[in-house]
């Protein structure tokens, strides 16, 4: 079996890699970073662009393969929180007719990383290098925000496991979904 996952970011193929040979269905399975074409760069800015993302992703990790994920970060609204957003990721599963939704737990980023996302159309990495939380060009394909502020505590592979974790309840129990 072949699962492609629709990125090349080592955090999410290894969350998918870890999980999956946990997974009796995908005994076996070799999975792939696929290089996917994104439209539009930058930062998901609502829970309906991150989820739209994931589920692109999935769909263009499907070609050639059994299985594809999308795992994509962004921005939710949220009341109550200090910048009224937070981040989350959602992961989506498609097997070639339909899609399984999962998200993970969410987290806030500071606001002025927030604003920056925001109104200065920075995605996450560029955001917490201009607030100076970072030296790092590409946070989001090592630690990530999470094991930055987790101070390594956990880290995005972690992270993005929970999504997974919740979309593959759908696909392991499809005959409730």
Not at 48 to 75: P, S
Not at 103 to 125: F, H, T
């Amino acid at each position: 079996m072949k699962v492609g996952v629709g990125s090349k970011n080592k955090t999410k193929v290894d969350a998918v890699a870890d999980l999956l040979s946990d997974y009796p269905m995908f005994e076996g399975a070799v999975v792939t970073g696929v290089a996917v074409q994104i439209d539009e760069f930058g930062h998901p800015k609502s829970i309906e662009e991150t989820v739209a993302g994931a589920i692109d992703r999935a769909k263009q990790a499907y070609k050639g393969n059994d299985y594809g994920f999308g795992i994509e970060g962004g921005l939710m609204k949220v009341p109550q929180t200090k910048s009224g957003y937070m981040e989350v990721a959602a992961c989506a599963i498609f097997d070639g007719k339909e899609v399984c939704l999962g998200l993970s737990q969410a987290c806030e980023w500071p606001r002025k990383v927030v604003d920056s996302i925001l109104n200065k159309g920075m995605d996450g990495s560029q955001a917490l290098k201009a607030a100076g939380l970072t030296s790092h060009d590409k946070l989001g394909e090592e630690e990530g925000y999470i094991g930055l502020f987790t101070k390594g505590r956990s880290n995005r592979t972690e992270y993005n496991k929970g999504a997974i974790v919740m979309a593959l309840m759908q696909l392991e129990n499809h005959e409730w979904f």
